[in-house]
């Protein structure tokens, strides 16, 4: 592949979940990084980054883990160590998606819903052209990496079944109820949540597969999300509960 060709690689590889680019840059204890924890993450970054370019060039069930390996010039059991499976080295933004959730509606206002919260998060990751905001130059290849592969379409189900089953336990937590075992009023709450958001990246997805420009999506994109969470305020007038400091564990 030609270099400018792998340029553009790596661009579809700042795709929804896919590698390159900041991801949260806090430590376990939620204060910055240490400098091991920025190897493992500048690591991590490095092996995905590479997996990208390989699998947009040569489609992601012709390329091993192995190949990855030699690539990001690291053993292949370091690769296993990041990355359990090999689906989640082109969808490694699975688990930032999940802690931007969590951190959106565990740090809103206390006045704020923790579907305003999550209006808010989508909107602000559309406006910083983040990896997760499901718009950006060269996304086409990305989601046309995923649509050849069946085994990363159904690891994308399944993440957005994880990211259903996280928020439900965070809706319980906003209204005081059981995060473990999250109700069933809970449970519906997320699975509405999570459709209205999977249709919205949807209609990204379509549009760059379509040939439109990033920009175009962008100004669209704005109107698609606040459309969808005008229909889920409507469908959950309540804001999924917890929008008062009166209602919200302490």
């Known amino acids: 592949m030609a270099e400018n060709e792998r340029e553009d690689g790596a661009a579809a590889g700042a795709g929804p979940e896919a590698g390159y680019g900041e991801e949260v840059s806090h430590g376990e204890e939620g204060g910055r990084l240490t400098l091991r924890e920025r190897?493992?993450?500048?690591?991590?970054q490095?092996?995905?980054g590479e997996a990208t370019l390989l699998f947009i060039e040569r489609g992601f069930d012709h390329v091993t883990v192995a190949e990855v390996a030699r690539a990001a010039e690291v053993s292949t059991m370091t690769v296993f160590n990041y990355f359990p499976r090999k689906e989640d080295l082109f969808l490694d933004r699975i688990p930032e998606a999940?802690?931007?959730?969590?951190r959106a509606v565990r740090g809103r206002g206390a006045e704020e819903s923790p579907l305003a919260a999550l209006r808010r998060l989508l909107l602000d990751l559309l406006a910083q052209r983040h990896p997760l905001g499901a718009v950006g130059?060269?996304?086409?290849r990305f989601w046309r990496t995923v649509l050849d592969a069946p085994a990363l379409r159904a690891r994308a189900r399944e993440?957005?079944?994880e990211i259903e089953t996280t928020l439900a336990g965070l809706l319980a937590e906003a209204a005081g109820d059981d995060a473990e075992r999250p109700g069933y009023d809970h449970r519906l709450a997320a699975a509405l949540i999570i459709s209205g958001c999977r249709a919205a990246?949807?209609?990204?997805?379509?549009?760059?597969?379509a040939g439109d420009s990033a920009d175009a999506v962008a100004v669209d994109q704005e109107a698609v999300i606040r459309r969808t969470f005008d229909a889920l305020e409507r469908a959950l007038p309540?804001?999924?509960?917890?929008?008062?400091?009166?209602?919200?564990?302490?």
């Not at 999940?98 to 969590?102: G, P, T």
């Not at 130059?137 to 086409?140: K, V």
């Not at 990246?201 to 597969?209: F, K, N, S």
């Open 39 to 44: 190897k493992k993450l500048r690591t991590r």
């Open 46 to 48: 490095r092996i995905s």
């Open 98 to 102: 999940a802690e931007l959730i969590v």
């Open 137 to 140: 130059e060269g996304f086409e």
């Open 159 to 161: 993440a957005v079944e």
């Open 201 to 209: 990246y949807t209609e990204a997805a379509a549009r760059a597969l």
């Open 238 to 250: 309540d804001g999924a509960a917890g929008g008062s400091a009166g209602s919200r564990t302490a």
